[in-house]
T-cell receptor
């Protein structure tokens, strides 16, 4: 059983702050990690993928992967109210995709 | 253009009906997926098609029947569903499934919200 864990939140941050979202997983063999954003009533939208240890930056988003500690995180800099959504961590193994339960982020104006 | 389309957007069906969900992508992707998402839960993988062949069926009941007529289209045929099957059904596609053990990014369509009465 592949497990992906996330703090369900809600995580509240003020506008302009850094939001930090964390995800841990149980399968040491996982090689592919993804962050998706899902607004209420909408489908998941890919934010970023990360495959190697270290940091990967894309605009205001930075993904961090530490395979030895089995965690992956997402930092959102200069958070905006429009970033308020559920953030889903996903890992891929074989041809399977497993999502974590998601963390609800609320950015307060 | 990372666009996956799904029809219909909403579907209400009785337990004795037969209906189909459709998904289309024109990105040249060779892998397509069906997911089911219940309220306040993450998406759950149902089926994986790779090069138009079913490669994964996650123990889904036979009342759900997938079909991949060609590399751009994916259908999900529904028959004799139960009220607990009401959910958001999501289609996704990716370039391929895997390369060197790593999975490709998946892009999701807007989903079909299904209500079984």
């Amino acid at each position: 059983q592949k497990e992906v864990e996330q703090n369900s939140g809600p995580l509240s941050v003020p506008e302009g702050a850094i939001a930090s979202l964390n995800c841990t997983y149980s399968d040491r063999g996982s090689q592919s990690f993804f962050w998706y954003r899902q607004y209420s009533g909408k489908s998941p939208e890919l934010i970023m993928s990360i495959y190697s240890n270290g940091d990967k930056e894309d605009g205001r988003f930075t993904a961090q992967l530490n395979k030895a500690s089995q965690y992956v995180s997402l930092l959102i800099r200069d958070s905006q109210p429009s970033d308020s959504a559920t953030y889903l961590c996903a890992l891929g193994y074989g041809q399977n995709f497993v999502f974590g339960p998601g963390t609800r982020l609320s950015v307060l104006p | 253009d990372t666009e996956v389309t799904q029809t219909p957007k909403h579907l209400v069906m009785g337990m004795t009906n037969k209906k189909s969900l459709k998904c289309e992508q024109h990105m040249g992707h060779r892998a397509m997926y069906w997911y089911k998402q219940k309220a306040k839960k993450p998406p759950e993988l149902m089926f994986v098609y790779s090069y138009e062949k079913l490669s994964i069926n996650e123990s889904v009941p036979s009342r759900f029947s997938p079909e991949c007529p060609n590399s751009s289209l994916l259908n999900l045929h529904l028959h004799a569903l139960q009220p607990e099957d009401s959910a958001l059904y999501l289609c996704a596609s990716s370039h391929k499934t895997t390369s060197g053990g790593a999975m490709y990014e998946q892009y999701f369509g807007p989903g079909t919200r299904l209500t079984v009465t």
